[in-house]
């Protein structure tokens, strides 16, 4: 089975930086749409930024000009990279891949564990 294994959280300090990894294993024929989302306690999961097989990226307001996605196609890896960190992006982040397991099967989607981001002074 397909397994997504995240990394890089922490805690930091307000203006600080973080890179988190997302890395996914098993049997992968190719993997489309690479995301991250984010969950603070009592609030909903929260998309946080998209990038597609062909890289286009997208993200949600509260994050643009701080927060970049990219993704090495060939480590089938996923990566943000977090700048000018605010208290407000406390929260659980989590990466969802869209995979094909195979080259006649749709995209399934699979989750990580989800890494702990606190920032806090």
């Known amino acids: 089975q397909v397994q997504l294994v995240e990394s890089g959280g922490g805690l930091v300090q307000p203006g600080g930086s973080l890179r988190l990894s997302c890395a996914a294993s098993?049997?992968?024929?190719?993997?489309?749409?690479m995301a991250w989302y984010r969950q603070a306690p009592g609030n909903p999961r929260e998309l946080v930024a998209t990038?597609?097989?062909?890289?286009?990226?997208n993200y949600a307001d509260s994050v643009k000009g701080r927060f970049t996605i990219s993704r090495d196609n060939a480590k089938n890896t996923v990566y943000l990279q977090m700048n000018s960190l605010k208290p407000e992006d406390t929260a659980v982040y989590y990466c969802?891949?869209?995979?094909?397991?195979?080259?006649?099967?749709?995209?399934?989607?699979?989750w990580g564990q989800g890494t702990q981001v606190t920032v806090s002074s």
């Open positions: 969802k891949f869209g995979v094909k397991l195979t080259i006649t099967h749709p995209p399934n989607d699979y």
């Open positions: 990038i597609t097989h062909v890289g286009t990226t």
């Open positions: 098993g049997r992968i024929f190719s993997i489309y749409t």
